[in-house]
Every structure is written in structure tokens, then in C-alpha cells.
Nanobody, 126 residues
Framework: EVQLVESGGGLVQPGGSLRLSCAAS????????IGWFRQAPGKEREGVSG????????EYADSVKGRFNISSDNAENKVYLQMHSLKSEDTAVYYC???????????????????WGQGTQVTVSS
């Protein structure tokens, strides 16, 4: 059974940093993609960043380019989202999700994600 567990959320002041972690387990896919998504109250879920594990294709949403960095530790089956220069509008529940067959597309965030974690709250406030 595929399991995704997010951690690292919390309360941070504007301009601060946080690092989210996504630990994946329970599968033996040859390749897969991990996407980070977020959902703020009253808003639709949006893609933040995604990475393919075999060749490291990365995509960022325009709203986080230059501030967020996604990386993976393939040996540990973990994906990290390092967030800098956080703004109040980054406040949301952040979810990681897994796609088991990413193919060759560059649009990593546009892949269908079949497995989801439970989410971790990120609150940016003074």
C-alpha cells in the first residue's frame, strides 16, 4: 500500500523559511513523480512543484519560482520542498502526491496523481 507522509509544516513569520518533507513507502515503481500541492481555505487546490525521481525533471508554479526549491533523496524515498521568502498568501495545507508513471512530460504538475498524503499546515503570519 502506497503511503505518503508529509511533515515540516508550522507557523512562520513573513519572509521566513520552512522545509517540508514527504516520505513515500509501500511501492516498487521503476519511476515516479512527487508533486506538492496546496489548498487555502475557500480556494481551489493548486500545484506548487513537482519532480520526477528517475531523471529529476522539475516544475514550479509561477507563484513560487525563485522562492521554493524541490529536491529528492532517492535512497530514502523522500522529497523535500524548501520554502524561502514566505508570504501570507503561501498559507495553506500542503499535500504531497505520487504519480507512478510520469513518462517524459515536462509538465510534472499536470500529471494525474493517484496517491495523496494527509497534508501539513503552513501558516505565514506575524
Amino acid at each position: 500500500e502506497v503511503q505518503l507522509v508529509e511533515s515540516g509544516g508550522g507557523l512562520v513569520q513573513p519572509g521566513g523559511s520552512l522545509r517540508l518533507s514527504c516520505a513515500a513507502s509501500g511501492f516498487t515503481f521503476d519511476d515516479y513523480a512527487i508533486g506538492w500541492f496546496r489548498q487555502a481555505p475557500g480556494k481551489e487546490r493548486e500545484g506548487v512543484s513537482g519532480i520526477t525521481i528517475s531523471d529529476g525533471r522539475i516544475e514550479y508554479a509561477d507563484s513560487v519560482k525563485g522562492r521554493f526549491n524541490i529536491s529528492s533523496d532517492n535512497a530514502e524515498n523522500k522529497v523535500y520542498l524548501q520554502m524561502h521568502s514566505l508570504k501570507s498568501e503561501d498559507t495553506a495545507v500542503y499535500y504531497c502526491a505520487l504519480n507512478p508513471d510520469p513518462g517524459s512530460t515536462a509538465a510534472v504538475l499536470g500529471l494525474p496523481y493517484d496517491y495523496w498524503g494527509q497534508g501539513t499546515q503552513v501558516t505565514v503570519s506575524s
